[in-house]
């Protein structure tokens, strides 16, 4: 007799189980592929989209079209639809004019021709011939025809003096005729007065103030320093406001100012061609005021040096309010003291 584990022999007999139900399983899968239909190719699936897969499903359940999906759902969910928004439709943006063109859909040709009267609302078309009542002193008063409109708010126009297009905003100008512009005209008239009169006037004070000021106010959203005032910094956004510079062909460009290499000099990276231009004169140039909430530096007065963010500005007051970086503090600087400032605020000590 022998003790211990004893290994047993599988029997014939659990064998051939084993191979009956093998033989079962391979004879239902063969029976299964003969019953196959033949592949119809994307034939199939001309009858049941692709897209309407989980719509016949839901069908199968006892749903239909209309009604909600869930146990206690009374009706279908409409999807929200966005419409994309473009130019300066931004976030906020609304108008009744746009809902009143989803309404009524009518042609592509009837759309673009609401648009264009839309634009031209303030009556300010294209051909119109207009005159400059506010910007530069030096374009003042000058005349010129719109040759092209850039939305709702500016326009190009072909000055009649020099044949130069400029941009402009609608604000600055006005209809020939209009009360804007003789009012315009009378200014004008009566500053070239005073300057007639101002080499016999011994007493430079008496000057009156507003002139002062007119000759600072740029109308394409930037100042001039007054003169014998350094206010150059490096990585500053300017313009070029000489006509005589390199032959005018930079003339109302901007730029970074990328080093001040004296009192009044510096070299300027042109945005468009990324051109360096060195040496250039403080006098050729302006500041280029930013948007609303861009960093900006304070290049004189009594917050000279603050770096900060500009968060309000009045063209009109010609003051703005910058909030400093490091304490935060809201900080009153006329614009003609403030530049954009693109650079590392380290650069500067932030």
Request: hydrophobic content about 25%; aromatic content about 8%; glycine content about 16%.
């Given at each position: 007799m022998s003790f211990g584990l004893n290994l047993r022999q599988p029997t014939v007999t659990s064998l051939t189980k084993e191979a009956r139900v093998e033989d079962v399983m391979l004879e239902k899968l063969r029976h299964d592929l003969k019953r196959l239909p033949e592949d119809r190719g994307f034939e199939e699936f001309g009858e049941m989209p692709?897209?309407?897969?989980?719509?016949?499903?839901?069908?199968?359940?006892?749903?239909?079209?209309?009604?909600?999906?869930?146990?206690?759902a009374k009706e279908d969910v409409k999807i929200k639809q966005y419409t994309k928004r473009t130019d300066k439709e931004g976030l906020g943006f609304f108008s009744a004019s746009l809902d009143s063109k989803n309404s009524n859909s009518g042609s592509v040709g009837d759309s673009v021709k609401e648009n264009e009267s839309e634009r031209n609302k303030d009556g300010f078309s294209v051909g119109k011939e207009v005159r400059l009542i506010f910007g530069k002193k030096e374009n003042l008063g000058l005349k010129g025809t719109i040759v092209k409109r850039l939305g709702s708010d500016s326009i190009v126009l072909r000055v009649e003096k020099s044949g130069e297009s400029v941009k402009v905003r609608v604000s600055d100008v006005a209809e020939l005729g209009s009360g804007e512009e003789e009012k315009c005209l009378k200014e004008l008239k009566e500053l070239k007065i005073r300057?007639?009169?101002?080499?016999?006037?011994?007493?430079?004070?008496?000057?009156?103030?507003?002139?002062?000021?007119?000759?600072?106010?740029?109308?394409?959203?930037?100042?001039?320093?007054?003169?014998?005032?350094?206010?150059?910094?490096?990585?500053i956004r300017v313009r070029i406001?000489?006509?005589?510079?390199?032959?005018?062909?930079?003339?109302?460009?901007?730029?970074?100012?990328?080093?001040?290499?004296?009192?009044?000099?510096c070299d300027v990276s042109m945005d468009e061609s990324r051109e360096l231009v060195q040496s250039v004169d403080q006098d050729h140039l302006e500041v280029a005021l930013p948007l609303l909430g861009h960093p900006v530096l304070v290049l004189n007065g009594k917050h000279k040096g603050v770096y900060g963010n500009l968060v309000q500005r009045d063209l009109d007051r010609e003051v703005g309010v910058v909030q400093d970086y490091g304490s935060h503090e809201l900080l009153n600087v006329k614009l003609e003291q403030i530049a954009e400032y693109v650079g590392d605020p380290s650069y500067i000590g932030y």
């Open positions: 692709v897209e309407d897969f989980a719509k016949a499903l839901l069908k199968g359940y006892g749903w239909h079209e209309g009604r909600g999906v869930g146990k206690n300057e007639e009169k101002k080499p016999n006037d011994g007493d430079r004070e008496q000057r009156p103030v507003k002139e002062s000021r007119e000759s600072l106010k740029i109308g394409n959203g930037g100042f001039v320093k007054e003169r014998g005032v350094q206010w150059l910094r490096s990585h406001i000489s006509k005589d510079f390199k032959g005018g062909k930079l003339y109302l460009k901007k730029g970074e100012v990328v080093d001040v290499v004296g009192p009044s000099k």
